[in-house]
């Protein structure tokens, strides 16, 4: 098939539906609003339901039904309407039930501003509703990645019966590129815990209410064993020029491409540097920092937050060797040349903290 | 890599410029990205898109130090002309356009592209005429391209629209600046 010119939130939506996802429940919000309204357009046309709810609670409680209903589900917002989703996120990870949730971060914190921002790493991988839970967290760096990671979290999420995040921004929403959709197939995936109707069988009840703590711990240390092959099965990320490198940039999303124009900047002018991406945020991807991470090798973090995931990064080098980070905030988003110039000088002799 | 700004008022059809540009660019096979700015824009306020056409992987589609400049009103000369690399291409409006460039290192365009739309029976296709003076200073995408990819980026309900569309480029392209 050819490629088309489109915006990432168009393409997310497309591969959504390409993906089996004949739900959709959201409630508008600037800078993700191309998804519901792609979705309003195209999901009934092609056999799904596409429903404005009236709140973003709502949104995300209809994804819970839907997704016990065994159906292929999904809710986008922004960030402010992520945090309203919270409860209902914590609900459904506890139920293990199947959906996908895109952020299409902005910036903050409280009701900010509408531009692109990376500030909702904590809220998406470790935590964000209350309870001890995880999120299998993609994170895409262009419009095809848009659609590619999309189409893929719907197969991740049946796998794990667990709700999978989108963490985009802004920027990758609203831009367009070239992408191509290919004629993959989902994934149809059989689903005997579904709220069906038990005719002919007994009744499948989904419930997170577990009140005696001897059975609640049982299910608790049950999602952790869970949890733990998730992590050593979906772990992603990318390198580029890290194998000769004295300083390794890491960034994710939009800062990743940043960095990257910016790593061939530093390589025009004879220094050497490479990076980091990763694509998978929860989990996060340590074994390339355990292998590069030799005692000599610095580190620079670039991210559009106060500094989230710099936070791994430093958990993964585990001390052998500096990291360094360099942050634009508020909806601003750093050039090559801001991070060149960040370059040059970890390389030109500051010592890291 | 060729980086693009391209400027006006919102409903001159500033978006669908930059869309045209990066969608030419595809077709001819090269890397392309289009980024609008979407503070809260309105029809009547100002409104910019950022075209990066690049035989290369694009990094940032934020264009800051743009190679070249379509310039669609005043206060959208007044905030891009200081950001042109030296030598870029800067094309202007001079119907809506009340000064002249101050820069002297660039390679100045005007087209008068409102008085020229209305020759042709509509102001509405003056985001045209200036594209069409563009592309002959430019060549960063061919003409061929850009109308064929007209159909793919109007929606359906404009295409009755798309011979206006492209007298208006032809007429752009022809003009003697």
Known sequence: ?353 | MTEIIIAGFGGQGVLVMGQLLAYAGMLEGREVSWYPSYGPEQRGGTCNCSVVISHEEIGSPIVSEPDAAIIMNRPSLDRFEPTLKTGGILVYNSTLVDRKPERTDLQVIAIPANALADELGSSRVANMVALGAFLRASEVVSPESIAKSLENVLSTRHHHLIPLNMQALERGRAYQY
């Open chain 1, 1 to 353: 098939m050819a490629k088309v010119l489109m915006k990432g939130n168009e393409a997310l939506a497309e591969a959504a539906i390409r993906a089996g996802c004949r739900a959709f429940y959201g409630y508008p919000i600037t800078p993700q609003n191309e998804v519901p309204n792609y979705m309003a357009r195209h999901l009934p046309e092609r056999g799904g339901v596409y429903l404005q709810a009236e709140s973003e609670v709502a949104a995300i409680n209809m994804v819970y039904g839907a997704a016990g209903a065994g159906v292929r589900v999904m809710t986008s917002s922004s960030s402010p309407g992520l945090s309203l989703k919270m409860e209902g996120i914590s609900y459904i990870a506890a139920a293990e039930l199947p959906c996908v949730i895109v952020n299409v971060m902005r910036c903050g914190p409280g009701l900010g501003g509408i531009h692109p921002s990376q500030g909702d790493y904590f809220q998406a991988v470790k935590g964000g509703g209350h309870g001890d839970y995880r999120l299998l967290v993609l994170a895409p760096g262009s419009v095809q990645e848009m659609a590619d990671l999309t189409f893929e979290a719907f197969d991740l999420a049946d796998k794990w019966r667990n709700p999978v995040m989108i963490l985009a921004d802004g920027l990758l929403g609203q831009m367009m590129e070239p992408v191509e959709f290919g004629d993959k197939e989902p994934q149809v995936v059989e689903k005997p815990w579904a709220t069906t109707g038990a005719r002919g069988r007994k009744p499948n009840i989904i419930n997170t209410l577990d009140i005696v703590p001897e059975s609640l711990e049982k299910r608790n240390y049950a999602l952790a064993e869970k949890y733990g092959r998730m992590g050593e099965a979906e772990t992603r990320w990318q390198e580029y020029k890290t194998a000769d490198a004295d300083l390794i940039v890491t960034a994710y999303g939009t800062s990743a491409r940043v960095a990257r124009s910016a790593v061939d900047m530093a390589r025009k002018e004879g220094l050497r540097v490479g990076l980091i991406r990763p694509i998978s945020l929860w989990p996060f991807p340590q074994a390339p920092f355990a292998l590069l991470a030799d005692g000599l090798r610095q580190f620079l973090v670039v991210e559009m937050s106060m500094g989230q995931m710099v936070e791994d990064v430093r958990l993964a080098v585990n001390g052998r060797g500096s990291v360094h980070f360099y942050n634009r905030l508020g909806g601003m988003v750093p050039t090559p040349r801001d991070v060149l110039a960040e370059i040059r000088k970890v390389l030109g002799g500051g010592g890291g903290q």
